[in-house]
C-alpha cells in the first residue's frame, strides 16, 4: 500500500465550479502536510500547508483529519488557470522528515 | 534568491555512460532529496540525506548513487544508464517541518 493515496482523476470541471480533493496517508506519526500544485513539466510548488484546524487561502481551503488519516483541498470558483496537478505531500517523523508525495490529482477547469 | 539550483536540465546518454546530476541549495537545509517522476507514477524518491555525511536509500534507489559532503550539495550519479532510467528527475531541499523547495528539474533520455 502506497504510504499517500490520491485520486488520480482526472476532475474535468466548469468555470466556477467548487471541486474536492482528498488524499489519505498511512504514516500516523505523519508531522507535516502541504498541497503543492505542479504544473506539465515543471516543478510541484508549495500550494499551501495544511494544519489541524484547518486553513483557507482565498479560494482554497484544506482540511485536516488526523483520527482518519486524510487531507482535503476544496477549490472554490474554478479558474481556467486552475488546470494542474495538485499533489499531496506528507512530512513523517520517526525515521525522517523526507516529504512523500501521492501521486497526484489532475484538475481541468473548461470555460 | 537561488534557492535549490539544479544542472543540467536536459540530457541525453547512451545506455551504459554514466553521468551526474548537480543540486546545490543555498538555504541551509538539513534535508535533501532526490526524486524521480514518471508518467501516472507520481514522484518517487530515490536517495535522500538528513545531513552532511547522511545518505539513505528511497523508494527506487537501484542503478544511482550519492554523497552528501556539504550542506550545499547533493549530486546523484547515474552509474550506468539504462532506458529505464528516462525520466524527470527533481532535487528537493526542505527542514524537518517546513514545505520542500524543488529545483526546474533534469529532464533525461537513455537511448
Known amino acids: 500500500r502506497k504510504e499517500v493515496e490520491q485520486d488520480p482523476g482526472p476532475f474535468n470541471v466548469p468555470e466556477g465550479a467548487t471541486v474536492a480533493f482528498n488524499c489519505t496517508y498511512s504514516?500516523?506519526?505523519?508531522?507535516?502536510f502541504f498541497w503543492y500544485r505542479q504544473d506539465c513539466r515543471k516543478e510541484p510548488k508549495l500550494l499551501m500547508s495544511v494544519y489541524s484546524s484547518g486553513n483557507e487561502d482565498g479560494r482554497f481551503t484544506a482540511q485536516l483529519n488526523r483520527a482518519s488519516q486524510y487531507i482535503s483541498l476544496l477549490i472554490r470558483d474554478s479558474k481556467l488557470s486552475d488546470s494542474a496537478t495538485y499533489l499531496c505531500v506528507v512530512n513523517a517523523a520517526g525515521g525522517s522528515y523526507i516529504p512523500t508525495f501521492g501521486r497526484g490529482t489532475s484538475l481541468i477547469v473548461h470555460p | 534568491n537561488a534557492g535549490v539550483t539544479q544542472t543540467p536540465k536536459f540530457q541525453v546518454l547512451k545506455t551504459g555512460q554514466s553521468m551526474t546530476l548537480q543540486c546545490a541549495q543555498d538555504m541551509n537545509h538539513e534535508y535533501m532529496s532526490w526524486y524521480r517522476q514518471d508518467p501516472g507514477m507520481g514522484l518517487r524518491l530515490i536517495h535522500y540525506s538528513v545531513g552532511a555525511g547522511i545518505t539513505d536509500q528511497g523508494e527506487v534507489p537501484n542503478g544511482y548513487n550519492v554523497s552528501r559532503s556539504t550542506t550545499e550539495d547533493f549530486p546523484l550519479r547515474l552509474l550506468s544508464a539504462a532506458p529505464s532510467q528516462t525520466s524527470v528527475y527533481f532535487c528537493a531541499s526542505s527542514q524537518t517541518t517546513t514545505e520542500a523547495f524543488f529545483g526546474q528539474g533534469t529532464r533525461l533520455t537513455v537511448v
Open positions: 504514516n500516523s506519526a505523519s508531522q507535516s
